[in-house]
């Protein structure tokens, strides 16, 4: 089992910024890739970001490359998406997840955090 837990969300202005963190307990977090997936009301969760186990390699969707940037300290069983240039669009309940298999799809994750509330002002 492995469990997951964000933090850093909130309300921020359009072109601000906002780190979120994922903290990961249980089983070896490094034998995990990890990602973040959000998902805005009405809406089916989405790929953000992803990271391979080592932090060798990295992966964004199209609508955040460039403005967000996930990285992972294998010592602190911690991984973190530093949000910029934040826009309402951006504007969903981010959500951390363990992959044992695929990272860009959600049915590739066996573990999910809660979720993080993030709101982006106009």
């Known amino acids: 089992q492995v469990q997951l837990v964000e933090s850093g969300g909130g309300l921020v202005q359009a072109g601000g910024s906002l780190r979120l963190s994922c903290a990961a307990s249980?089983?070896?977090?490094?034998?995990?890739?990890m990602g973040w997936f959000r998902q805005a009301p009405g809406k089916e969760r989405e790929f953000a970001a992803a990271i391979s186990k080592s932090g060798g390699n990295t992966y964004y969707a199209n609508s955040v490359k460039g403005r967000f940037t996930i990285s992972r300290d294998n010592a602190k069983n911690t991984v973190y998406l530093q949000m910029n240039s934040l826009k309402p669009e951006d504007t969903a309940v981010y959500y951390c997840?363990?992959?044992?298999?695929?990272?860009?799809?959600?049915?590739?994750?066996?573990?999910w955090g809660q979720g993080t509330q993030v709101t982006v002002s106009s």
């Open positions: 249980g089983r070896t977090f490094s034998s995990y890739g």
């Open positions: 997840g363990a992959s044992g298999t695929t990272l860009l799809i959600p049915t590739g994750y066996n573990y």
